[in-house]
């Protein structure tokens, strides 16, 4: 079955909500100010694309491929990363709403993570090794069995992660994030 291939294309207010995107592999699109909410984007191959100002809100990842892709501007809330494929995932955010999505067991070593609201994210048992969270509001986001090694916290905030139930050898953290390193101990922490 041959796959239809759409490279080198902009779409702009697209609202991908209403009439779906056309099956196929898109190379090197930029997708701006883009409506995917509720969207069903399975099966779907996307090869180095930016998604920018874009709602992908609760739209259906079933096996789609997101490959050194990134968003900007973008919200993404409800999404099940977890679903797609896993053997093509390079993801990237920045300036992003990333709320309630579930990165469960999924392999994002070195992902940037920039200015962006990550609440309630699920992040057990990933491995983000080399990662970098870049001044992100990390507020109720699950962190278990997770691969943290040599992940850069220093500018993030509002994080809560047990030392004993996560992988964090050279994980890195400001002074003033200590406090969501100690939480479940409920001491406090004065200046």
């Not at 057990?124 to 040599?150: A, M, P, V, W, Y």
């Not at 850069?152 to 003033?176: C, G, M, Q, W």
Request: glycine share 4%.
């Amino acid at each position: 079955m041959n796959r239809n291939i759409h490279q080198d294309l902009k779409y702009e207010n697209s609202r991908f909500a209403v009439i779906p995107p056309e099956p196929g592999d898109y190379e090197n699109c930029v997708f701006k100010n883009c409506d995917f909410s509720g969207a069903d984007l399975s099966e779907l191959n996307f090869i180095e694309c930016l998604f920018e100002g874009c709602n992908l809100s609760l739209t259906k990842l079933l096996n789609t491929s997101f490959k050194e892709c990134k968003f900007t501007g973008s919200k993404l809330m409800g999404l099940h990363f977890e679903d797609c494929n896993r053997l093509l995932i390079s993801i990237e955010f920045e300036n992003c709403a990333v709320e309630l999505c579930s990165f469960n067991k999924l392999k994002l070593r070195q992902t940037y993570f920039r200015n962006s609201r990550i609440n309630e994210a699920d992040f057990t048992e990933t491995d983000l090794k080399d990662s970098s969270f870049i001044s992100c509001d990390l507020q109720r986001s699950i962190f278990l069995n997770t691969n943290l090694e040599g992940v850069d916290f220093i500018t993030s905030f509002n994080y809560s992660i047990d030392p004993e139930l996560n992988r964090i050898r050279k994980a890195r953290f400001s002074v003033n994030g200590l406090k969501g390193l100690l939480d479940k101990y409920d001491i406090c922490i004065e200046e």
